[in-house]
């Protein structure tokens, strides 16, 4: 089962949690967003978080994509305790393993689609002609070639989504770190996008964390995690063979 | 990585046209302002001592009263005769004019002309270092009987006789006629702006028995003979005087002698705080260019911070971006320096020559508000998004 022995200290998992919490505020405004979780992730793997609204799906999110900070437990990345990383170290480690995509795009404006996509290796320093090189087929991978020079305001949803995974795939993550990646896309462009997911998934072998409320597209993944009430209520496999079509 | 930060806040400022001309043109209106202010103010004061020195170093004046002692205003004045005496017992000077003014209208046929009349004797055109450009200056019988009769300037000349030779004319001055009897060459407009060849000049006693109706003179114009120490001459000048005037040995002088370069300081002191004035009133422009900076920054904070927030979740290190921004203010305030010091240079050497005062480049003026500029587009730029580069990510990409 995936909800992995706690003892083995590198069991080749590629993230685990162990009793997580966050809580947001203080005093008497304190809330408890997250209240324990444990977690296990496997290389290449493929899952969906699901769970009402306000459960903490988008909290754990953001604290796997090292953009927050848990207020306790422990958080190990291929055996690396990353709540013991200072701000540079926690830099590097979004720099080189993981992606992320945002429900709102994230995309910087008046930038085109190429120099969006640039941007993460030329954080890494890679010299001018591997970056246009890489970004134009990381385009051209989530089916925007010709789409280059415009920039997010001329381009659809479901367009700039493509843009902002082509962004988080261009460093080849270790994992792809979706936040309601579909939410704010219409039932086919979702599908598309959730193809390309399921693609890059299958075929490159990047473990994909992707939270949703929709179950068609919890579909695509091999297992899919509950949340209720900041803890993990279930935690299941799906049947193989995602994906029960476009015609529905 | 230097040359992609750079290439990175090189695209943001491409990216980001409006925002980034609005900072530049911030930073040149403040530091063309304080440029061209000081420069022309400079410039201003140079002539004004120009002008002077070249009055030759010779010239004293003599005035009544302590400039700023008290009771200076009930000095008596000086009389014709204390020129007179000058002149005779004092061995080391070659001229003395007695100096005595009044405002007048002059009319010839249709035309008038208000204007300054001087009365004195030919000893002024010496010390004033006036040329006749024709006639002949006063004879010592049209002195002694104070008769009408003047030399005119160029200015007043063309005012009344157009283009014509005014020597030989008749002009009315308030109910006496006066005969023009020479034409003085011209010698332009002062530094102080006021022009020098708006002058009448008229024998003394001639202004003080028909104009003013008082033996009093105003001012001694005092030339010191060549090779003759003016320390030597004005002190031998100060004792004469303090003995006419009965000033006992433990009172203080009740009159004031000046050599040039203590009028040329004088008058150098007024146009020195002109400038300082100037140059504070454009300072504060530079101030109001570095709030429309502040404004522009802080305004954009809201985008900047999502922005820093999008960097720092896709591996940007802090400081990365931080000398990005960095790299961003300093790219727009010295861009904006450098068209503001060309602009202030181009302003300064028009305007100059407009207001006929020496161009002088000043390049201290030039560095401090280069400096003050960028100084402001760095702090403004960068404060902000060193707040904001901070946070955690996702406090930046939540920012509203
Ligand atoms: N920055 C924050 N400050 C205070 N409370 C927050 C903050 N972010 C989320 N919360 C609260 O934490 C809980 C979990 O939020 P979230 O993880 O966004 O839920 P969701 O499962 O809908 O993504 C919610 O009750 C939300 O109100
Ligand atoms: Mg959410």
Redesign the pocket.
């Known amino acids: 089962m995936s909800q992995a022995a706690p003892a083995g200290p590198d069991d080749g998992a590629l993230i685990r949690l162990n009793g997580i919490t966050k809580t947001?505020?203080r005093g008497t405004a304190a809330?408890a967003?997250l209240r324990g979780v444990d977690m296990r992730i496997d290389e290449g793997e493929f899952v969906a978080i699901m769970?009402p609204?306000?459960?903490?799906?988008?909290?754990v999110m953001n604290l796997l994509g090292c953009l927050d900070t848990p207020s306790g437990g422990s958080y190990q990345f291929r055996g690396v305790h990353v709540e013991r990383l200072d701000r540079n170290q926690r830099a590097l480690l979004r720099r080189h393993f993981l992606g992320f995509v945002f429900q709102g795009f994230n995309l910087l404006a008046r930038t085109s689609a190429l120099e969006n996509v640039e941007l993460p290796l030329l954080y890494r320093g890679e010299p001018a002609s591997r970056r246009h090189a890489a970004a134009a087929q990381a385009l051209a991978s989530v089916g925007l070639t010709g789409w280059e020079h415009h920039s997010p305001a001329e381009l659809s949803g479901g367009q700039q989504q493509r843009v902002a995974i082509a962004r988080a795939i261009v460093t080849a993550p270790s994992v792809l770190l979706a936040d309601e990646p579909t939410g704010n896309l219409d039932s086919k462009t979702s599908h598309e996008i959730m193809e390309l997911i399921a693609a890059l998934n299958r075929e490159r072998g990047i473990a994909v964390l992707m939270?949703t409320h929709e179950p068609e597209m919890a579909g695509y993944a091999g297992r899919v995690i509950r949340?209720v009430d900041g803890r993990v209520a279930s935690d299941q496999r799906n049947a193989p063979g995602p994906a029960d079509g476009e015609d529905g | 990585m230097l040359w992609n930060t750079l290439l990175l806040a090189l695209r943001s400022i491409r990216r980001n046209l409006l925002r980034s001309f609005l900072t530049i043109l911030g930073v040149v209106i403040g530091v063309a302002a304080v440029i061209t202010m000081v420069t022309l103010g400079n410039g201003a004061t140079k002539a004004v001592s120009d002008q002077i020195a070249s009055l030759g170093s010779n010239l004293l004046m003599v005035r009544p009263g302590q400039r700023f002692g008290p009771g200076s205003e009930d000095a008596a004045k000086f009389k014709a005769a204390d020129a007179e005496a000058v002149r005779v017992q004092i061995a080391a000077i070659q001229a003395v004019a007695p100096v005595s003014n009044k405002n007048v209208t002059l009319v010839y046929q249709a035309r008038n002309w208000s204007t300054m009349v001087t009365g004195s004797n030919n000893d002024y055109f010496l010390a004033g270092n006036w040329h006749l450009a024709a006639g002949r200056t006063f004879t010592e019988a049209e002195e002694r009987a104070g008769k009408a009769v003047c030399v005119l300037g160029a200015t007043v000349r063309e005012k009344l006789f157009a283009g014509q030779n005014p020597v030989g004319s008749q002009i009315r001055v308030k109910q006496f006629a006066c005969e023009v009897i020479g034409l003085l060459q011209s010698k332009g407009q002062s530094a102080m702006g006021s022009d020098q060849d708006d002058a009448v000049i008229m024998p003394l006693r001639t202004v003080q028995r028909r104009l003013t109706g008082s033996q009093d003179v105003g001012m001694l114009m005092v030339s010191v003979r060549e090779g003759v120490s003016i320390d030597a001459a004005k002190e031998q000048l100060t004792l004469l005087l303090r003995e006419r005037r009965k000033i006992a040995e433990n009172e203080e002088d009740d009159f004031r002698v000046m050599d040039t370069r203590q009028i040329a300081e004088t008058f150098t002191s007024t146009t020195r705080i002109l400038t300082t004035l100037l140059g504070a009133v454009a300072a504060v422009s530079l101030l109001v260019g570095g709030i429309g900076i502040m404004n522009i920054m802080l305004v954009s904070v809201t985008e900047r911070t999502r922005e820093i927030g999008i960097r720092l979740a896709i591996g940007a290190l802090e400081r990365e971006v931080l000398m990005q921004f960095l790299i961003e203010a300093v790219v727009l305030s010295s861009l904006g320096g450098v068209i503001g010091i060309a602009l202030a240079a181009a302003a300064s050497m028009s305007l100059s020559g407009l207001m006929q005062v020496p161009y002088l480049f000043d390049p201290f003026i030039n560095l401090a508000s280069f400096l003050f500029s960028a100084a402001i587009g760095v702090i403004f730029g960068y404060f902000p998004a060193r707040r904001a580069a901070q946070l955690d990510p996702i406090e930046a990409l939540?920012h509203e």
């Open positions: 947001y505020g809330f967003a769970g609204s306000g459960s903490g799906k988008s909290t939270v949340f | 939540r």
